[in-house]
């Protein structure tokens, strides 16, 4: 085996490595800042297994995998020789040394094979390669990069074991944190995220941390990023904001519902809702704050009348529950008073899609954490833009189904509290 750089005769140990060691769940989520060591900490985990068989140390107890194929997935192929390749050739040399053992090189294929073990880099732009592709092992590269369906999808349905990722959260909206962090993540809990930053490598240089510090001074939204790991603030938010509650909390009263129809692409969404007053003192003077809390009681597409009967009833929802719909279901509507339930129709108004969405923007919004559908329109629901840049007044009508259901609730209080 040919090393072309500088090879690393010393292993560093960071606290990125360590967090990553101790992950137990299927699939791990690396998000971080920029030089936090996540990638490399993660290719020294598949050179141990590489080497040992041993893959996470997980409190003690190693994670044993003996034989099989660690796949190594970049979205292009031709980024792999001076990126993540060039990083793994490295730690291997440094393996190497240390323990005497040369693992075989297939330079052709991308692979290093050892005792019955082989990591394999891929690009998920080779289509050949990748279609069919089956692993015991699968590390997805600067995951964010790769299409959620076509690609990381579609290798998660052929891997047997651990699957790994690393990424920079610049976009609030990947499919990494919608579909993992918000969704997969309540669903089936078998998702740890780790968030590092450049605090957790050690090896840095003075000079390095003092270029990623400086971010805080001369680009606040790069360093929320880059400095701290954390997804970074999306522009022209409708709600710029919620708060996710573990729960719902007790005790909460004047509860009502928020129903808007869907079928094919939109979803059903049904929502319960409750509001409280608390005074709070804000630079020295007593106010009074409005909450809102909200919980997802049905998110789903493809239901028909019958199919939200059923769905009401498994839910055990009270006839007595006040319930506020889309009127342009009339049907659907009379099909669920016949069924015995409370619904009725929202009044809409000239300006009531704007209007409700300036009364929304004066509460603070607290949504249950299993609120999924709930949690990614809030990062989706925008504005519209004007050409040169400006926001303007207008919602795009999409990513809405949330919000809509909070309107259609707030048409019940219209004669006490009416629009501004």
């Known amino acids: 085996m040919t090393v072309k750089t500088a090879p690393i005769t010393k292993m560093p140990k960071t606290d990125t490595l360590r967090l990553l060691d101790a992950t137990t769940n299927r699939i791990v989520v690396m998000r971080g800042g920029t030089r936090s060591g996540k990638t490399f900490a993660i290719l020294i985990l598949l050179c141990r297994w590489l080497f040992m068989g041993i893959l996470r140390r997980q409190g003690g107890e190693d994670e044993v995998i003996n034989k099989g194929t660690a796949l190594v997935v970049r979205k292009h192929a031709a980024t792999l020789k001076g990126t993540v390749l060039k990083d793994f050739e490295q730690i291997v040399f440094a393996f190497a040394s240390a323990t005497g053992r040369v693992p075989a090189?297939?330079?052709?294929?991308?692979a290093f094979s050892f005792n019955g073990r082989m990591v394999e880099f891929i690009g998920a732009d080779d289509e050949q390669k990748l279609r069919g592709r089956k692993s015991n092992i699968l590390y997805c590269n600067e995951a964010n990069e790769l299409n959620y369906a076509k690609e990381f999808f579609q290798l998660l349905m052929r891997c047997t074991g651990p699957v790994l990722m690393d990424f920079n959260p610049s976009d609030a909206y990947v499919w990494i944190k919608t579909e993992l962090e918000d969704k997969r993540q309540h669903d089936k809990g078998d998702v740890d995220i780790v968030v590092t930053t450049?605090?957790?490598?050690?090896?840095?240089?003075?000079?390095?941390?003092?270029?990623?510090?400086?971010l805080q001074h001369t680009n606040p939204a790069l360093w929320r990023v880059y400095g701290e790991g954390e997804y970074g603030v999306t522009e022209g938010l409708v709600i710029p904001s919620i708060t996710i509650v573990e729960e719902w909390p007790e005790n909460l009263k004047g509860l009502s519902g928020g129903l808007d129809f869907g079928f094919t692409n939109d979803p059903t969404s049904l929502y319960q809702f409750a509001e409280r007053q608390i005074k709070?003192?804000?630079?020295?003077?007593?106010?009074?704050?409005?909450?809102?809390?909200?919980?997802?009681?049905?998110?789903?597409?493809?239901?028909?009348?019958?199919?939200m009967i059923k769905r009401f009833q498994d839910l055990d929802i009270s006839k007595r529950f006040e319930i506020i719909a889309d009127s342009s279901h009339p049907s659907t509507i009379n099909a669920l008073r016949r069924a015995g339930y409370n619904?009725?129709?929202?009044?809409?108004?000239?300006?009531?899609?704007?209007?409700?969405?300036?009364?929304?923007?004066?509460?603070?919004?607290?949504?249950?954490?299993?609120?999924?559908?709930?949690?990614?329109?809030?990062?989706?629901?925008?504005?519209?833009?004007?050409?040169?840049?400006?926001?303007?007044?207008?919602?795009?009508?999409a990513n809405n189904h949330f919000f809509d259901c909070c309107r259609y609730r707030q048409t019940r209080f219209a004669r006490l509290k009416p629009f501004k």
């Open 105 to 110: 090189y297939n330079k052709t294929n991308r």
């Open 198 to 214: 450049y605090r957790d490598n050690h090896t840095l240089k003075a000079t390095q941390i003092a270029e990623i510090e400086n």
């Open 280 to 307: 709070e003192e804000i630079d020295g003077k007593q106010v009074v704050v409005h909450e809102l809390y909200c919980d997802q009681l049905i998110y789903e597409t493809g239901l028909n009348e019958a199919d």
């Open 343 to 397: 619904v009725r129709k929202a009044v809409k108004r000239p300006g009531s899609v704007r209007s409700g969405i300036n009364q929304l923007r004066g509460y603070r919004i607290f949504v249950t954490k299993r609120s999924h559908g709930a949690i990614r329109e809030q990062q989706t629901y925008k504005f519209k833009q004007h050409a040169n840049g400006n926001w303007l007044n207008d919602p795009i009508d």
